[in-house]
């Protein structure tokens, strides 16, 4: 059977690709160039991308497909799978590599439906709890965003902190899925999120707010390479 193109630059691991996902947008980049903080995330060690144009200034409409676009060229370079986040027909526009939606998101849509659209893309569904979890498995997420496992100022309506336990839990309840954990993560914190059974870290702060984006990754990437 002939693969789409999507299907053609999809064929890694999913848990390797997690390692270090750097979810983020044009608020996140402190009036930087998002594609140059990319570029510079991607040397430090980034593996997968998310674009998330949301919060304060984001861009809307035509300038944001555009920056959109100037970000999957720089993903489409370097080899790293683009996500998008929440906006399904921007994702279908630009022929992301898949798409990452929340609890609120997937209530808005016929489950089914939304994984027959995504059919040998990537569907990321977020999980704040191991029944969250399970349901996600049930919609055919490719893998979980759990979270926050800390606190964060980047997301106003994000849940209370669940702490890394929480993927213990979920590990422990059978969730087996490719996992990532997602919030406040810092470097320091990444270790015991990590040691919970999560496959990778999801940030943006820690990374697209550091002074130097490309030495922060590398502090992300540094347990990947031991
Ligand atoms: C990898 C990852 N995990 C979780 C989220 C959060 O998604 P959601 O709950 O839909 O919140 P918004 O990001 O849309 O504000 C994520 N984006 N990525
Ligand atoms: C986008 C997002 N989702 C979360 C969740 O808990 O689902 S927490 C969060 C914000 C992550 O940003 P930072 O790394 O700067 O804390
Ligand atoms: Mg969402």
């Given amino acids: 059977m002939t693969k789409t193109a999507a299907e053609a630059r999809y064929t890694g691991n999913l848990r390797e690709m997690l390692k270090v996902y750097l979810v983020m ?45 100037r970000l999957l060229g720089v993903c489409r370079q370097a080899g790293i799978p683009f996500i998008v986040n929440d906006d399904l027909r921007l994702a279908e526009e630009l022929e992301a590599d898949g798409i990452h939606v929340g609890q609120e998101d997937l209530a808005q849509w016929d489950r089914e439906g939304l994984r027959q659209r995504f059919k040998g893309r990537i569907l990321g569904i977020s999980a704040h709890d191991p029944a969250e979890a399970r349901e996600a498995v049930r919609c055919g997420a490719d893998y979980l965003g759990a979270g926050p496992m800390y606190a964060t100022a980047t997301k106003p309506d994000a849940r209370a902190v669940q702490g890394p336990g929480m993927i213990a839990a979920m590990r422990a309840g059978g969730i087996s899925l490719p996992l990532v954990g997602i919030g406040g993560i810092t470097p320091e914190g990444a270790a015991s ?17 550091a002074d130097d984006p490309r030495e922060a990754a590398r502090r992300f990437s540094r347990p990947f390479r031991r």
């Fill in 193 to 209: 999120v990590l040691a919970a059974g999560a496959d990778g870290v999801a940030v943006i702060s820690a990374i697209s707010g």
């Fill in 25 to 69: 947008g044009s608020p996140n980049c402190g009036g930087r160039d998002p594609a140059a903080v990319l570029q510079a995330a991607i040397e430090g060690g980034v593996t997968l991308f998310q674009f998330r144009e949301k919060g304060p200034g984001a861009l809307q409409g035509q300038e944001r497909t555009e920056l959109g676009n």
